[in-house]
Nanobody, 121 residues
Framework: QVQLVETGGGSVQAGGSLRLSCAAS????????MGWYRQAAGKQRELVAS???????NYAESVKGRFTISKDNAKDTVYLQMNSLRPEDTAVYYC???????????????WGQGTQVTVSS
């Protein structure tokens, strides 16, 4: 089965930076798209950024120019570089792979356990 594990969260001052990583494990042949979501206390989960197998990226308006999503296909890992962090970026960040091709067929909607990001003012 496929598992996603996020690392890199922590606490930083406003204006600081963090780099999150999400490593996928299992008998993975390909991942068409991976994304980062976040959920702040009392709010709905929202898409922060995504990246396709071909490298096309998409960002929420609130993080454009500050966050960068990237990937390493050989390692089945996606990263989120977060710069110029603001208190409103505080949330639990989740990695998502909506469709994964494995050795035994397709799997859907895999989620990591989440990693906490806290930005203080």
């Amino acid at each position: 089965q496929v598992q996603l594990v996020e690392t890199g969260g922590g606490s930083v001052q406003a204006g600081g930076s963090l780099r999150l990583s999400c490593a996928a494990s299992g008998s993975i042949l390909s991942i068409a798209v991976m994304g980062w979501y976040r959920q702040a206390a009392g709010k709905q989960r929202e898409l922060v950024a995504s990246i396709t197998e071909s490298g096309t990226t998409n960002y929420a308006e609130s993080v454009k120019g500050r966050f960068t999503i990237s990937k390493d296909n050989a390692k089945d890992t996606v990263y989120l570089q977060m710069n110029s962090l603001r208190p409103e970026d505080t949330a639990v960040y989740y990695c998502n792979a909506p469709r994964v091709l494995t050795a035994t067929g397709y799997g859907y909607e895999y989620w990591g356990q989440g990693t906490q990001v806290t930005v203080s003012s």
